[in-house]
């Protein structure tokens, strides 16, 4: 016969099991991977979008005119910013030599600053280098651009003008 004694523990026991059964949940899990796609930047911009250096007497230097250049990246490679105009600064047959048109200037990145002749060309100039804190802009590269004309004694009256190019390559 069963002693009572016995009976209570493996009642007990029932229980037990029973009880823990219940307490371990199921489980199944699953694995999601996550991403995101970031959008590629590279832009460089110019203000003002023009530079008017008013209209100066034969035999003078003009006011110096200021460019403020930004250049945004995060593609993590090198770059660099070249300047150049489209022809020498013209008024119908009349022109103003490139020797005359002058630009000098500074940069907020890490990289390296060519000045050049201080004159500018129809040969585009790679004058800012990106270093490698450039290669993602954070902040953005600034680029301080100055120029003004010297306006020969001889020279014909009338409206001069050219295009100014910067390119920023990777």
């Known amino acids: 016969m069963i002693s009572k004694k016995y009976l209570i523990l ?3 026991l029932f229980f037990f099991v029973c009880a823990a059964g219940h307490a371990i949940a199921s489980q199944d899990v699953s ?16 203000n003002p979008p023009t530079l008017n250096f008013g209209n100066v007497d034969p035999g003078i230097t003009t006011e110096p005119k200021d460019l403020y250049v930004v250049c945004v990246t995060n593609n993590n490679m090198p770059w660099s910013v070249s300047i150049n105009i489209t022809s020498e600064l013209t008024s119908g047959t009349a022109t103003i030599s ?3 048109f ?3 200037g500074w940069a907020t990145g890490s990289g390296t600053w060519n000045p050049g002749t201080g004159n500018l060309s129809t040969t585009p ?11 993602i802009t954070n902040p953005n590269v600034e680029l301080h651009l100055t120029f003004n004309i010297d306006i020969p004694q001889n020279q014909a009256a009338g409206t001069y003008s050219t295009t100014l190019i910067l390119t920023m390559t990777e």
């Open 10 to 12: 493996a009642s007990g």
């Open 31 to 46: 694995n999601l991977d996550a991403s995101v796609g970031v959008n590629p930047v590279f832009t460089i911009s110019a």
């Open 98 to 100: 490139n020797d005359n």
């Open 102 to 104: 002058n630009w000098w």
């Open 125 to 135: 100039f790679a004058f800012y280098q990106a270093g490698g804190q450039d290669y």
